[in-house]
């Protein structure tokens, strides 16, 4: 993916800033592993299901559109 593709992200805020439990804006429980600090797909983490996948720091899985997998805030 280009740089171009990530730019509509470098301006939203961090909502995956270490390991940990998150809350997607479906409500679901996701764990994440490995967390970035860069605009790429770097925080890597997986469902209570065990199914794989990578976000933004943003808490977004795809930068064009919001959807029901994107980490909305973190799991106090």
């Known amino acids: ?3 171009a593709y990530f730019a509509s992200l470098v301006s939203k805020p961090s909502v995956i800033v270490e390991p940990g439990n998150y809350i997607t804006r479906s409500g679901e429980v996701v764990t994440i592993n490995v967390a970035s600090t860069r605009h790429d ?3 890597k983490g997986s469902y209570a299901n065990g199914t ?3 976000w933004h720091k943003s808490g977004r899985i795809f930068a064009t559109s919001e ?3 994107d980490i909305v805030i973190a799991l106090c």
């Open 52 to 54: 794989s996948e990578s």
């Open 41 to 43: 797909l770097g925080c």
């Open 1 to 3: 993916m280009t740089s």
């Open 67 to 69: 959807t029901a997998n």
